[in-house]
């Protein structure tokens, strides 16, 4: 199954419980894990990423997190993502370059209001320049991380004996 837009989160209630989950991963890591993937776990969430000295700005990451329900199966939920570091870059890059260009707006239409030379207005096509490029940026990493999001939903997968993409969609009928 595809892997639905960028950053694809998904939940599904498993059989499992979360440290039988984590426990299965863990050994299909050390059984077979051609990618060098790496788990960090912390009781009820664990987090699956590529190596470090392998890893680009858009390499993706996958959060998964654990949740005992009152009928003794265990909620399951998924997020396949770039670490939060690059979404706080992009963030603070966009408000950064938006409010700039507010600023050079605004002091831009007073001064033309005072009849004096508008220079505020001059940063704004630079600044909207900026953004594009970022616009840009990302829509390159989104592109250049789809194959290796494909496989840690893949690893996954087979370490759990399940398509959970598929098994999400189908519980949230």
Avoid at 28 to 44: E, T
Avoid at 48 to 68: C, G, H, V, Y
Avoid at 103 to 117: E, F, K, N, V
Avoid at 156 to 162: I, K, N, R, T
């Amino acid at each position: 199954m595809e892997l639905p837009g960028f950053r694809p989160r998904f939940k599904f209630e498993s059989d499992l419980r979360g440290a039988a989950i984590t426990e299965r991963i863990s050994e299909r890591l050390r059984q077979d894990n051609p990618r060098g993937l790496w788990l960090k776990n912390a009781h009820y969430h664990i987090l699956l990423s590529f190596p470090r000295k392998s890893a680009e700005a858009w390499t993706p990451q996958m959060d998964i997190n654990f949740e005992d329900l009152p009928n003794g199966r265990t909620m399951v939920r998924c997020l396949i993502g770039p670490s939060p570091g690059i979404w706080m870059l992009f963030a603070a890059g966009y408000i950064g370059f938006t409010l700039l260009a507010l600023t050079g707006i605004t002091l831009g239409a007073a001064q033309y209001m005072l009849h004096q030379p508008p220079w505020g207005f001059y940063g704004v096509p630079v600044l909207l320049l900026c953004m594009v490029g970022m616009i840009y940026m990302e829509r390159t990493g989104r592109k250049r991380a789809l194959n290796e999001m494909r496989s840690l939903k893949e690893f996954v997968d087979q370490a759990l004996g399940c398509d959970c993409l598929k098994l999400a969609e189908e519980q949230a009928l």
